[in-house]
Antibody
Framework: QVQLQQSGPGLVKPSQTLSLTCAISGDSVSNNNAVWNWIRQSPSRGLEWLGRTYYRSKWYSDYAVSVKSQITINPDTSKNQFSLQLNSVTPEDTAVYYC???????????WGQGTLVTVSS | DIQMTQSPSSLSASVGDRVTFTCRASESISSNLNWYQQKPGKAPNLLIYAASSLQSGVPSRFSGSGSGTDFTLTISSLQPEDFATYYCQQSYSSPRTFGQGTKLEIK
């Protein structure tokens, strides 16, 4: 059974960096058949896909245009996890952030528990 | 990006009712459409994938249909645990996009 466990702070100051980690159990971040994603949810934007990382003989990452200038998603094979960094945050980045696996049939079949991140001074 | 539009935005129904949710894509996505259920404070949970395939462990009262641009999710006989918000999501192209959700409330 795949489980995704998120960690990271729930409060970030404006202009600073939001950092979250998603630890994977029951699967490998290097799985050639999986894609590892970050998704956020807010009342104003709904469910918004932010980006992903995946391994296909080498590592790839790609990002939503809306956050491309401020986002980095990295795998950590030594800890079997992946991370999200969102730079220069504003109050509009306040949301519940989820990690999710894209595994079976192009679905988000496993999700982390969600982390409410508030951007406020 | 492909836009996903769900209707209605909210729906009131009673236990035992048959309910149908609609999702429309801004362009053809073949059968690359998934449905999720979300309860307050929880992550979305996959119900239906590839438009009509039931995810393992999901009750058979849930069913999906459609292809191209128009899709439906049907619950044949509502149970108390079904009151939640339902989202469609296209997996045809990147970025993956979601509908805005339909909130199912108790009448």
């Amino acid at each position: 059974q795949v489980q995704l466990q998120q960690s990271g702070p729930g409060l970030v100051k404006p202009s600073q960096t939001l950092s979250l980690t998603c630890a994977i159990s029951g699967d490998s971040v290097s799985n050639n058949n999986a894609v590892w994603n970050w998704i956020r949810q807010s009342p104003s934007r709904g469910l918004e896909w932010l980006g992903r990382t995946y391994y296909r003989s080498k590592w790839y990452s790609d990002y939503a245009v809306s956050v491309k200038s401020q986002i980095t998603i990295n795998p950590d094979t030594s800890k079997n996890q992946f991370s999200l960094q969102l730079n220069s945050v504003t109050p509009e980045d306040t949301a519940v952030y989820y990690c999710a696996r894209d595994g079976k049939a192009r679905t988000f079949d496993y999700w982390g528990q969600g982390t409410l991140v508030t951007v406020s001074s | 990006d492909i836009q996903m539009t769900q209707s209605p935005s909210s729906l009131s129904a009673s236990v035992g009712d048959r309910v149908t949710f609609t999702c429309r894509a801004s362009e053809s996505i073949s059968s690359n459409l998934n449905w999720y259920q979300q309860k307050p404070g929880k992550a979305p949970n996959l119900l239906i994938y590839a438009a009509s395939s039931l995810q393992s462990g999901v009750p058979s009262r849930f069913s999906g249909s459609g292809s191209g641009t128009d899709f439906t999710l049907t619950i044949s006989s509502l149970q108390p645990e079904d009151f939640a918000t339902y989202y469609c999501q296209q997996s045809y192209s990147s970025p993956r996009t979601f509908g805005q959700g339909t909130k199912l409330e108790i009448k």
